[in-house]
């Protein structure tokens, strides 16, 4: 029986999107769960089984799937295995693609989460054709893949492009996660951007501002985005100095690989213009001449989950090149 269709799962920090998709890369079906609200893989495993397995078997059943394949934080295509994923509950190493392998009866592959979307971006989306590229994207984290020559970079143990933990500011912000001080995801990241907002209504507590309406815990990026376009001064600031940060970081990727594009997606690049003026300007203020006003800034054109959801399948036929 040929076999037509795969799975592709993207696990993220706080949901898992999945879904069926076929050798063009339509996705005939998908649905999400939470990822945060399991305390350990086993149980995240069992209740992923319950919404995919009548998925699967509603198209054909095991027969007609190729297999599974899995994107991640921290993982790592040469084992499999998630590896202290900071945006994750579950600590250590988890052997993810062995325990689905044998939960569904379908080979699974598994990479990290951010070169899964970039393997959709090239296939599917606005990097289709492209050798050279960035992908980053931003959302409860801050997640990157790269490609040079066609190929995503690995590296000798399955985690290079770890671009948003390189560290942008010196002695800046903890990262809560990782421990470490000034890293491009605990600024320019959805959860940077709840944390740059606390950090600017508490330096000027005196500044009026549509912010001071929300709690605490009510302050998301998507509330900051809400105030900026109705003019809120605040708001914009923090987009602006996100903007510059995340900038700031992207001219230092361009002159690294001298890519042709990169490629925003995930959760904030939902703010548009707001995010993407200021990250243009300080990118190229921040090059020397050689590279100026090369290299396109690009959201990706894909709908959101839909490029991790088909990069993550393209991990299957990708066996048979």
Request: aromatic share 8%.
């Amino acid at each position: 029986m040929a076999k037509d269709y795969a799975v592709g799962i993207d696990i993220g920090g706080t949901n898992t999107k999945f879904g069926i998709v076929d050798r063009k890369g339509n996705i005939l079906e998908q649905g999400r769960m939470r990822t945060d609200a399991h305390e350990n893989a086993e149980e995240f495993i069992d209740e992923l089984y319950e919404l995919l397995r009548p998925m699967i078997d509603k198209h054909g059943g095991n027969e007609v799937f190729k297999g599974i394949g899995m994107g991640a934080p921290n993982g790592n295509i040469y084992t499999g295995t998630i590896e202290y994923a900071p945006n994750l509950k579950w600590k250590g190493i988890i052997p993810m693609a062995e325990m689905v392998e044998k939960k569904f009866g379908l080979p699974t592959r598994l990479t990290n989460d951010a070169n899964a979307a970039a393997m959709g971006e090239m296939m599917y989306g606005v990097a289709k054709g492209m050798k050279h590229f960035i992908t980053i994207t931003l959302g409860t984290g801050v997640g990157s893949g790269i490609v040079i020559d066609g190929k995503i970079v690995v590296g000798h143990d399955g985690f290079a492009g770890e671009l948003g933990h390189v560290i942008i500011r010196h002695g800046g912000r903890l990262h809560k996660g990782t421990g470490a001080y000034g890293s491009l995801e605990a600024y320019a990241s959805a959860t940077g951007v709840r944390e740059t907002a606390i950090e600017f209504l508490t330096a000027e507590p005196d500044a009026p501002s549509l912010l001071r309406s929300y709690t605490i815990d009510e302050l998301t990026s998507e509330t900051v985005y809400n105030c900026a376009t109705q003019g809120d001064a605040i708001a914009n600031k923090i987009f602006e100095f996100t903007g510059e940060i995340l900038g700031e970081a992207l001219a230092n990727f361009v002159m690294f690989s001298s890519p042709e594009a990169i490629v925003l997606f995930g959760g904030l690049t939902k703010s548009g213009d707001l995010i993407l003026k200021p990250t243009v300007q300080a990118m190229e203020a921040n090059l020397i001449q050689v590279f100026k006003n090369k290299v396109k800034v690009l959201f990706s054109d894909l709908k959101e989950a839909d490029a991790a959801i088909l990069g993550a399948s393209a991990l299957v036929w990708e066996t048979e090149h």
